[in-house]
């Protein structure tokens, strides 16, 4: 019996202090004991035993480069100086936004809104009743389904926040995509901010103000035919609860920080755009100078 422990205590900057217990961690258990141990069970109890990863059963881990340590604050907070983005998600079960700011190149996420029931009347309540006397801006990110109107009373959910947060101390500033990325491209995208290419965390979640966030970043699985993120749709799954905010986040992320190929794409699109313009206002100034002129025979 070893009188030395193999356990080591990694302690964050914020207080906590995490005691790993993964076999990986004890420098007696070498790649050769792994596999000789291996041999004796199943992949899917071996997965679920000694890996503690159960993507066998429920999808692989969206964020996989999302870390607790690298990622996850107490020493961030609300800057006044800076504007806020308010990063938006229109479930009705839950109806859940993140709050953030950005510091340079990095993220902070300070704050979220979680309804558990709730609608974005609600939800606006909330955020006045935290942040109503922000001078500055306020910049709305969320998916282009947000934009979809109700058949009860034609208004859209940005309608309904620009009707709430309108006329306030803030300059509010929608930054609403036309139509939304594919999940692939969104999770890339948040994935390479998470932890850049030199291995720097560009985005920093609080700690305790963010807690469904950071459950998201753990939790949120993609769905086992790939290409898209699982949903829940059962409200006794606890799963049910998951993904919501993580979708508001990644449509800040994705508009300021798209992957390569989107940016290639955007810009081409931005073109085609320019050009349609081009053609309309030629057509428009065709039938001026048409209408300025009499028609044979009038």
């Not at 309608?159 to 709430?164: A, F, G, H, P």
Request: aromatic share 10%.
């Amino acid at each position: 019996m070893r009188n030395k422990s193999v356990l080591t205590i990694l302690r964050h900057k914020g207080g906590a202090a995490i005691v790993p217990v993964h076999y990986s961690m004890d420098p007696e258990k070498d790649v050769v004991w792994a596999y000789k141990m291996k041999q004796r069970s199943s992949d899917k109890d071996w997965m679920w035993e000694m890996e503690i990863s159960f993507e066998t059963t429920v999808g692989a881990v969206c964020f996989e480069n999302f870390s607790v340590l690298a990622n996850v604050s107490s020493d961030i907070g609300y800057d006044e100086e800076l504007p806020l983005r308010l990063c938006c998600d229109f479930n009705v079960e839950p109806m859940a936004w993140a709050i953030a700011q950005v510091h340079g190149d990095t993220v902070h996420f300070i704050d979220e809104i979680y309804l558990k029931s709730g609608d974005v009347v609600e939800a606006c309540e909330d955020f006045l009743d935290r942040y109503g006397d922000h001078y500055g801006e306020v910049f709305v990110y969320g998916d282009a389904s947000g934009k979809a109107r109700s058949q009860r009373d034609q208004k859209s959910n940005y309608d309904e926040i620009k009707l709430r947060l309108t006329g306030r101390p803030f300059r509010l500033r929608m930054r609403v995509p036309t139509k939304n990325p594919s999940n692939v491209n969104h999770v890339r995208s948040f994935n390479r901010r998470l932890r850049d290419d030199f291995g720097n965390p560009k985005i920093l979640i609080h700690a305790k103000k963010c807690r469904n966030l950071i459950l998201d970043m753990l939790q949120v699985v993609w769905h086992p035919e790939g290409q898209k993120i699982a949903k829940s749709r059962k409200r006794d799954d606890p799963y049910f609860f998951r993904g919501h905010l993580a979708d508001g986040a990644m449509a800040l992320i994705y508009r300021h920080w798209p992957t390569r190929k989107e940016v290639s794409r955007m810009a081409n699109d931005e073109k085609r755009e320019h050009k349609n313009r081009g053609n309309r206002r030629k057509r428009a100034r065709n039938k001026r100078l048409i209408g300025a002129f009499p028609q044979r025979g009038s």
